[in-house]
């Protein structure tokens, strides 16, 4: 007789079995859905990976889904004959919980998140295996992986512990038995082991799944004539047939007038696992030299590894409705990982590999025709429903603007999508269109302004100018921005440039010639001064010089107009990329008290130490206001003090 070991649940797992069992779900019949979903994808997988290795598939294999019912003992088994899992595979699945997320849901389950919340948190972990104990108060799972003879039990009550033993299964698959509890109508707990209460369910949640889900009925029926009247005097009599619950068509197959929006939300889940709705639905069919079918959605909502570099993202592919790939990459540009869904096409062979894949001129067609009609409903979303837009936008528009940065083919469809912050509105966003029709009648030129945050943006000097003027700025604070900028150099004929980048006119041409004329009288003036501050200043900035941009601060950096930001050169080298030591501007504003008064002292003395030091304030205060780091902290501190406690 095969030992027994007993495992406790780790704890976070012990955790999420008490938030599901408890307030997770609203209606403890979605217990059915989550399981079937489940056994699906286990189908689902088995048949891809038998595309390789076609003996993974054993004799007498069924494609289906059985549900099997016994209402004296009150159980309900799950079976299906799909990919199965291995001992090691059972504790990393059911016994613990690895991924990544768990601990940010437990969290905020912990702060009184509500419900909603966490239905949709927890359908990107895929845990909803433990939705079978809202509705059992024992479950057990007995399954077999592919490929492998041993099979494994696993049995527990929910109550932080479980027991795992060798077992026997007469094929791969998994059947999962739930020992249910008595039934309790007003508190939600029907009769799960009554298969018409089943049928209703799975017709409710689980109908497009595209195996078949299968349970036997008890039918009556009556001995007819040949005329097809029941005989008189017969007994009638009862007999078990098995009945399909579920459609099984294609829900991509179908004409979209004829598929509900719940359809289609249910349908999302299914391959998602992402419980709230999609924000959008596409739904194309190509027919003619390549024929193929797509089922589409952009999500509400964002994986909580979006953008962290582990996220793994694809369309499932399927030719002839028979899934060839779960996860197919080269369907989908990666700047549009966030889509999810699944693309059939009756022109790929069923046993193809990746590498193949990749060099299919199909996929490739394909691809680019998903990359267009994506953009398109996406346009066509941003002009007919702005709201639902910036809602797409504030999830997915970091991820959007990286095709500004690698894809040059669509770079001019991806331009009207753009928006942005400004300085314009505190809480708005906008479009360059919108920037334009805004801008002031002696304004030439888009500015922007690249930054960590708004907050620090705010309070730049760089803005000094511009805000005098009445003249917007768009606020770029995504890391990914710094990159986009560069590949964003005009729009409707305006120059794009940065505010922090070489030197500023701004005005009508007079004005320009104007203000010229007075910065080279100044620096002519104070051409002692700012030699001095150079020669002092020579290993940290490049130039000093006065500036045009400042209207209260004494002095800023600034970047010459084809250097790299501080911001980018901060990326870089968190992303361990060498790069060559690049000095700045250091700009002075001459009408400023202190460069007045430096100005005095250097006339004064030239020789002055106090002209070297305030020099030295000069450059740390431009580098704090726009958020870099002081080199030489401690330095910087003793210098403070030493102004500050002369100036009391």
């Not at 079995?17 to 989550?34: A, G």
């Not at 030699?531 to 800023?556: D, F, K």
Request: glycine fraction near 6%; include cysteine.
């Amino acid at each position: 007789m095969p030992s027994t070991e007993t495992h406790q649940f780790q704890a976070e797992t012990t955790q999420l079995l008490s938030l599901v069992i408890n307030s997770l779900y609203t209606s403890k019949d979605i217990f059915l859905r989550e399981l079937i979903s489940n056994a699906s994808d286990a189908l689902d997988r088995l048949r891809f990976e038998a595309v390789m290795k076609p003996e993974l598939i054993p004799e007498g294999h069924v494609d289906e889904i059985r549900l099997e019912v016994d209402p004296e003992a009150r159980t309900l088994t799950i079976h299906d004959d799909g990919i199965g899992m291995s001992r090691d595979e059972v504790v990393a699945n059911i016994g613990t919980i690895a991924q990544s997320g768990t601990r940010e849901l437990l969290k905020q389950a912990a702060e009184g998140a509500s419900s909603e919340l966490l239905s949709k948190l927890i359908g990107q972990f895929g845990v909803g295996f433990y939705s079978a104990f809202m509705v059992a108060d024992q479950v057990s799972l007995l399954t077999r992986r592919a490929g492998e003879d041993a099979a494994t039990l696993w049995e527990s009550t929910g109550e932080g512990q479980y027991d795992l033993s060798e077992a026997r299964r007469e094929r791969c698959g998994t059947s999962i038995t739930l020992h249910l509890e008595d039934v309790d109508e007003e508190a939600g707990l029907h009769d799960y082991a009554d298969p018409s209460v089943l049928r209703d369910i799975v017709k409710r949640y689980s109908d497009f799944i595209t195996h078949p889900v299968v349970c036997a009925m008890e039918r009556t029926v009556f001995e007819r004539d040949s005329e097809g009247k029941i005989v008189e005097g017969d007994q009638p009599r009862t007999v078990v047939e098995d009945q399909v619950f579920n459609a099984m068509r294609p829900i991509w197959t179908r004409p979209p007038a004829e598929v509900g929006d719940d359809e289609y939300a249910e349908f999302y889940r299914h391959i998602s696992h992402d419980w709230t709705e999609p924000l959008k639905t596409i739904s194309l069919k190509a027919e003619g030299r390549l024929e193929y079918r797509a089922l589409l959605f952009i999500p509400s909502q964002a994986p909580l590894d979006l953008g962290a570099g582990a996220i793994t993202y694809g369309l499932q592919l399927y030719a002839k409705s028979v899934m060839i790939m779960e996860r197919c990459e080269d369907l989908l540009e990666p700047w549009l990982r966030f889509v999810r869904g699944v693309v059939d096409s009756a022109d790929l062979p069923l046993n193809v590999s990746r590498e193949m894949l990749q060099q299919d001129r199909h996929i490739v067609q394909i691809r680019k025709w998903l990359t267009s009609r994506i953009l398109k409903d996406l346009g066509e979303l941003h002009t007919a429903d702005p709201d639902r837009y910036r809602t797409f936008w504030r999830v997915f528009g970091r991820i959007l603007k990286e095709g500004m940065v690698v894809s040059s083919e669509h770079r001019e469809r991806l331009i009207p999508l753009l928006l942005f912050s400004s300085s314009n509105d505190v809480e708005g966003l906008t479009t360059l269109a919108g920037y334009v029709e805004r801008m002031k009648p002696d304004q030439k030129e888009i500015f922007y302004l690249t930054g960590e945050s708004r907050r620090v943006l705010e309070g730049s000097p760089h803005l000094e100018a511009f805000a005098e003027r009445g003249y917007e700025v768009l606020f770029l604070t995504d890391p990914v921005d710094e990159l986009m900028v560069e590949t964003l150099t005009e729009f409707e004929d305006r120059p794009v440039r940065s505010a922090a980048r070489g030197a500023l006119d701004l005005g009508d041409d007079a004005e320009r010639d104007r203000t010229r004329k007075e910065l080279e009288s100044r620096a002519e003036a104070l051409g002692g001064l700012l030699g001095t501050i150079q020669e002092h200043l020579a290993e940290r900035v490049r130039e000093v010089r006065l500036s045009s941009r400042l209207t209260t601060s004494p002095a800023v950096l600034v970047a010459g107009e084809h250097d790299v930001s501080p911001q980018l050169q901060r990326m870089l080298r968190g992303s361990q990329i060498e790069m060559p030591a690049q000095l700045r501007i250091l700009e002075l504003n001459p009408k400023h008290p202190v460069v007045e008064k430096l100005a005095a002292r250097f006339d004064a003395d030239a020789e002055d130490n106090l002209i070297a030091e305030t020099a030295e304030l000069l450059l740390a205060s431009a580098m704090v206001a726009e958020g870099s780091d002081v080199p030489d902290p401690a330095r910087f501190n003793t210098l403070l003090a030493d102004a500050l406690e002369r100036g009391l």
